[in-house]
C-alpha cells in the first residue's frame, strides 16, 4: 500500500483529549489562511487557530458554563463548527445545555438549558450531537433521545428552538447533515443513538421522518451523510453505508479491530477516515453509481498511532488533502499531508 500521506508537525494542546465519540472539530477559513481546531477536555474546550505556513499558533479555552456563569462541574460532551450560508458557530454541548459562540470562541451568542429532573434519575443529562442543517437550522441530540431543532438568524442572538423531534429511545451520540452540497438530495439529516438506530430526515419548517434504519443493538458512535448515503460507525468496529431514504444496506466493512470513535467524509472526494480505539486511522475511498444505486469502498491508507485510543479524527479541507488526529490523553493534534 503506497505512503499515501506523511506526518506533519504536531499541534500542541494546553490539555489532553478526553475519551469522547468524534472529540475533533475543524474549521477552515481560507480568506485568512487559518484553521481552527477544538478539543474538548473535561468541562474546557481547547481550541487553537493554525497559519497554515506553520508559523503562528494562538490558543483560547473554553468553558462549560451555566446561563453566563462558568461552572466547572459540568463536563463537555462535543464541540463542533457549524456552517452555515450567512454564518459559523462554535457550538458546545454538555451536561447542563448548549452553548453558541461566534466562530472564533470570542462571544456566546446563544444559552439553552436542559430539563434537568427534580429527582436525580439513574439516567444521566447531556446533550451531543451536533449538525448544521440548509440555509438556517442547528440541530442538537439530547440524553433522553430527542433532537433540538434550532433557527438561527443570519445575524445576532435571536435564535430560537422551533421544533423539537421525538423518534429516538436512546441518548443521541451523533448527527450528520448531507455534506456534498448537491441540492437534490432528498434526505439532509441523519440521528444516531446508543442503540444504534438511524433516523433520516428531511429538513424544513416542520422536519419530516424519512426512515428509520434499525441498529440491532450496537451503538453507532459517528455517522455521516453524503450523496444520500448514510455512513455509519458502531461499537463493533464495522462501518455500514446504507441509502438513507430507503435504508438498503449498500456495504458493510469490518474496519477496526475495536469500537470506532470517528468517522468524516471529504465531500468533494469521496474519501473517508475512520479511527478507533485500536490505534488505527483508515482512509477509504468511495464511489456510488447512481444508475445501479450501488456503492464501493475501497482501502486506501493506514496509519498506526502506537498505543493511543483515538478518539477524533478530521479531514482539514474538502478533498482530504490533510487530515488530523486526537487521541484520549494526548495533548496534541497528529496532522497528516499526502504525500
Sequence with gaps: MS????????????????????????LRIAPRCITYFTVVHA????????????????HRQLQSKEGNVATSSSLIMQAAWCVLPSRDLL????????????????????????DTPET???????????????????????????????????????????????????AITDMASECSGNLE?????????????????KSGEDFQLLNKIPGFDTS??????????????????????YEGVTGILLAEVNAHARWIYSLDIAPFTGLLISAA???????WHLSLTPETNSVEI????????????????????????????????????IRYTQA
Excluded at 499515501?4 to 468524534?22: D, R, T, V
Excluded at 432528498?186 to 443513538?193: F, K, R
Excluded at 475501497?298 to 490533510?322: K, L, P, S, W
Design 3 to 26: 505512503k499515501m500521506y506523511h506526518k506533519e508537525k504536531s499541534i500542541q494542546l494546553k490539555s489532553s483529549a478526553s475519551a469522547l465519540y468524534n472529540n475533533l472539530s475543524v
Design 298 to 333: 475501497e482501502h486506501m491508507y493506514n496509519e498506526c498511532v502506537t498505543d493511543t485510543q483515538i478518539c477524533g479524527a478530521r479531514f482539514c479541507d474538502g478533498d482530504g488533502y490533510a487530515f488530523a488526529v486526537t487521541g484520549y490523553d494526548l495533548s496534541e493534534i
Design 91 to 114: 457550538v458546545l454541548t454538555s451536561q447542563k445545555g448548549i452553548q453558541m459562540y461566534e466562530s472564533d470562541g470570542s462571544i456566546m451568542v446563544y444559552w439553552h438549558a436542559l
Design 120 to 170: 436525580p434519575t439513574a439516567k444521566a443529562v447531556f446533550a451531543r450531537g451536533i449538525a448544521a442543517v440548509r440555509e438556517k437550522y442547528i440541530c442538537v441530540g439530547v440524553s433522553s433521545g430527542s433532537v433540538l431543532v434550532f433557527d438561527v438568524p443570519s445575524k445576532g442572538s435571536n435564535i430560537t428552538l422551533s421544533e423539537v423531534l421525538e423518534e429516538h429511545k436512546e
Design 43 to 58: 468541562n474546557v474546550v481547547n481550541m487553537v487557530s493554525a497559519s497554515w505556513d506553520g508559523l503562528n499558533y494562538s
Design 277 to 283: 480505539e485500536d490505534s488505527w486511522v483508515r482512509v
Design 220 to 241: 453507532c458512535s459517528s455517522v455521516k451523510l453524503w450523496k444520500g448515503t448514510v455512513i455509519a460507525g458502531y461499537g463493533t468496529g464495522q462501518i455500514r453505508l
Design 185 to 201: 438530495c432528498i434526505a439532509d439529516l441523519v440521528s444516531a443513538d446508543d442503540s444504534g438506530l438511524l433516523c433520516v430526515w
